[in-house]
Structure formats: structure tokens, C-alpha cells
């Protein structure tokens, strides 16, 4: 029986709560991860998250060159931009601030595109100027990683905690 889908991506959580943290799978031993009796039927292309945090970082939803809109017209670089909310980093809470760039309300999309302090953003992003702050040595006692708006190098949003970057969790 045919489904009709032709491409699966299967991701890791983004805890937005307590209780969901202990259901993370990366960084779990290998022998505790288990593929599905299903998975040998898989006869389509798909991606797989990264199960452990590597250094490599990049950001494919500005590689592919990509935004996403909230229903109210905001636009934002990518998901975790999109809203206000709390998640869960290697169970450490977070507040995630949203960082817009215009509304496409009030101006055109290529107009926000080419707005010069997104351009610099993406450029940013681009060359991950950004700080690990996942594994830094000194993230005990930080207090920069209890949200987004600022990291220790100056930058503002900052995409230093972010897991979409480290693979552990996939755009679509």
C-alpha cells in the first residue's frame, strides 16, 4: 500500500517543556537507539538527524536561502525566530525572543530581503560568526544562554544555542 509521500524527514525534539527533556534521543547511547520493525520498507529518499553535537555548524534554512512569515506577516529568518516561547537545551530552559526583520504588511518581500540589516544577519549566519554556546566551557553559570537576545561576542539575535544548526534537529 503506497502512501503517496516521496520524502520523510525525521527529526529530533525541541523540548517546550520540562517534562518533555527527558525525551530527547541525541546524545543517547548508541545501543539505546533503535530503528523501527518499519524501517526496511522505507523505499523513499529522507534525512536523519545528527544523534550526537558535533563542532560543524550551518544553517540551511538562509543556505537555501528561505524565511518564514507568521500568520500576522512578520518575518523571520527561520522557525525558532518566529514566536515568542520557551524550550528545553540539553535541559537547560531557554527563552527564545522572536527576531523579525519587517512585516509584510507594511512592505514588499524583496524590500525585507534586501533590507541591509538582514542582509548583514544572513551574512552572519552564513559564516556562523556566532560563539558555541552548547558546549562552551564556561556555559555553567552563563547566564547569556537563558535566551537569544545577546551572546558574550556582542551578537544580537544570537543563533549560538541553536540546535537546528548542529543538525540535532532538521528544517524541512
Known sequence: DSIGAYFVIV????PYSEDMVDQV?????????????GAGYLLFRGRVPEMKLRTQRRCSFVEDKAMAITWAGNVSPCYAGMHHYHCYIYGRKKEMHPYHFGNVGSSSLKDIWLNDEYLKFRQQVLEFQFPSCTDC???EGCSMTDD????CWGNSPTCADCLW??????CP
Open 137 to 139: 566551557k564556561y556555559l
Open 25 to 37: 534521543l541525541y546524545d543517547a547511547p548508541d545501543d539505546q537507539l533503535m530503528v523501527g520493525s
Open 148 to 151: 537569544n537576545l545577546l551572546d
Open 165 to 170: 544548526s548542529r543538525g540535532l534537529i532538521l
Open 11 to 14: 527529526t529530533n525534539l525541541l
